[in-house]
T-cell receptor, first 114, second 111 residues
Framework: AQKITQTQPGMFVQEKEAVTLDCTYD???????LFWYKQPSSGEMIFLIY??????QNATEGRYSLNFQKARKSANLVISASQLGDSAMYFC???????????FGKGTRLHILP | ETGVTQSPTHLIKTRGQQVTLRCSSQ?????VSWYQQALGQGPQFIFQ???????GRGNFPPRFSGLQFPNYSSELNVNALELDDSALYLC???FGMGEAFFGQGTRLTVV
């Protein structure tokens, strides 16, 4: 079974609109961390936001917020007031407990339209 | 900018050759992980080094090996290159199990 599921292969959004990128995860470990990364065409994986499983509040970083719904095992990324520079591939990822590796989803390609 | 640097940025090798990729971790970070990202896929975990010892390994054959140095920089070595090894190789540094920051990657092409 996939640990991280991103159901939107591609999305087109008008500039300045808000956008939600979906992510669901699967784990039986009570301790885990969730990440979102942005990957532009240059290839670098840019860290956006982190949510720990025990964090009481949803994480926010500037225009990025993580809508964490623990019971539904959902960790959607919300980008407010989208910009042309937000066009990129976005990956949801998870690290379980004391595990060493980060598991990535297949990604969502976001296109911001002028 | 993350402070994680990788070299070289691009590389072309012939099948059967060996390659060494390098990564300098962010200041203060003691853990380095390597990932392979094939075209159109998410990154796949290769292995992790913590305090110069391998600390976990993904589903990759032994011809993928690594090193971590006292300054926490790291190398990824791949022997007997195969065409399927063509990918973007990403290095990530972190302090223990904290947030991981990635370098810009090395794009390896095997011909």
């Amino acid at each position: 079974a996939q640990k991280i599921t991103q159901t939107q292969p591609g999305m087109f959004v008008q500039e300045k609109e808000a956008v939600t990128l979906d992510c669901t995860y699967d784990t039986s470990d009570p301790s885990y961390g969730l990440f979102w990364y942005k990957q532009p065409s240059s290839g670098e994986m840019i860290f956006l936001i982190y949510q720990g499983s025990y964090d009481q509040q949803n994480a926010t970083e500037g225009r990025y917020s993580l809508n964490f719904q623990k019971a539904r095992k959902s960790a959607n990324l919300v980008i407010s007031a989208s910009q042309l520079g937000d066009s990129a591939m976005y990956f949801c990822a998870m690290r379980e407990g004391r595990d060493d590796k980060i598991i990535f989803g297949k990604g969502t390609r976001l296109h911001i339209l002028p | 900018e993350t402070g994680v640097t990788q070299s070289p940025t691009h590389l072309i090798k012939t099948r059967g050759q060996q390659v060494t990729l390098r990564c300098s971790s962010q200041s203060g970070h003691n853990t380095v992980s390597w990932y392979q990202q094939a075209l159109g896929q998410g990154p796949q975990f290769i292995f992790q080094y913590y305090r110069e010892e391998e600390n976990g390994r993904g589903n990759f054959p032994p011809r993928f090996s690594g090193l971590q140095f006292p300054n926490y920089s790291s190398e990824l070595n791949v022997n007997a290159l195969e065409l399927d090894d063509s990918a973007l190789y990403l290095c990530a540094s972190s302090f223990g199990m904290g947030e991981a920051f990635f370098g810009q990657g090395t794009r390896l092409t095997v011909v």
